[in-house]
């Protein structure tokens, strides 16, 4: 009995060992951790990392706070850096690359971005070598292409809207601006900040010559300076307009959503950038900091919305598409 006794212990106390020994890395990240567009990253990294390292959130919350607390927010992140130091920090969204990459550079660590929409040189210097990561870019051509094969007729004026955040203006653009023409549709991107104007902007788009609407980032929109909870937006958004309503995420397509869209899904961000973190923590290095882009983009529609706006989807198209309610 004794024997068994001192066996269970030993056993425990390697295990609790183990466990200890256990490596972090640290995900900075700009949102906060009801983020749909986080959670899904988050699910990607965790998915590649698995039980290798263990993972340490820190949430910067730049949603919902003000600019004025940014850099606050980057200094408590900085000194949890510091109170672990990690052999890897994963940055994700451009607020965490802005107010830390140069912070890093010097740092004896590898760090690797997720869902940067800037040229990340804005961020850091080309000399930065432990620095690398992923890049989203919206898919607005191929997005545009599938909405002139399932409207009828084929949209010639579609507005494309996002909040006024540091992301959705850096997206703007990369996009081209506030106004531009791709395959002959003549496409608006506006950036706003009130929720009064938002809504204003849903209810005459109609009457603005618009045929449809792609929503983009929706998170920073403050009503008296209060943010609106992005369900909320988009539920109303999907109730008021007047015209078909997609989407460049999957967390914008639903039920009471929009109708679909070709969406960037934040999982396929997180599990490249785990992929990225992985194979620099096993070498020592990263043999490129040149950035790679999660090119998989994913159809998805919502049933309920389909048939809202009566919209017919090619057997093609239906194949490959994910449904949901």
């Known amino acids: ?172 653009d990369g996009m081209g601006g506030k106004q531009f023409s791709i395959s002959d549709i003549d496409v608006t991107v506006s950036t706003i900040g009130s929720w009064t104007t938002w809504q204003e902007t849903v209810l005459n788009a109609k009457k603005d010559g618009f045929d449809a609407i792609i929503t983009g980032l929706y998170h920073t929109i403050k009503d008296n300076n209060e943010p609106v909870k992005a369900d909320d937006i988009i539920t109303w958004t999907s109730a008021h307009s007047e015209i078909p309503l997609f989407a460049f995420w999957s967390f914008s397509i639903g039920k009471d959503k929009a109708a679909g869209g070709l969406v960037l899904d934040g999982y396929f961000q997180g599990e490249l950038a785990a992929q990225i973190a992985l194979k620099g923590l096993a070498d020592g290095r990263f043999k490129t900091t040149f950035p790679q882009i999660a090119e998989k983009g994913t159809l998805m529609f919502s049933e309920t919305q389909l048939e809202k706006w009566r919209i017919v989807l090619p057997p093609e198209m239906k194949s490959r598409a994910i449904l949901v309610k």
């Open 1 to 172: 009995m004794v024997a068994r006794t001192l066996l269970v212990i030993a056993l425990v106390i390697l295990t609790s060992s183990a466990s200890y020994a256990k490596q972090t890395i640290l995900v900075i990240e700009s949102y906060h951790a009801a983020h749909p567009w986080g959670q899904g990253f988050n699910r990607g990294i965790a998915d590649v990392i698995d039980d290798k390292y263990h993972i340490d959130n820190f949430y910067m919350d730049t949603k919902r706070l003000p600019p004025s607390q940014y850099a606050a927010q980057a200094e408590a992140a900085w000194q949890k850096y510091q109170a672990i130091k990690p052999p890897l920090v994963i940055l994700t969204d451009d607020n965490a690359l802005k107010y830390l990459g140069k912070k890093f550079e010097t740092e004896p660590i590898l760090v690797v971005y997720l869902g940067i929409n800037a040229n990340p040189r804005s961020y850091i210097s080309l000399q930065a070598r432990n620095i690398t990561g992923v890049i989203e870019r919206p898919l607005l051509t191929h997005s545009l292409a599938h909405l002139s094969r399932i409207l009828k007729p084929a949209p010639k004026k579609v507005l494309v809207l996002f909040d006024d955040g540091t992301t959705s203006q850096v997206m703007r």
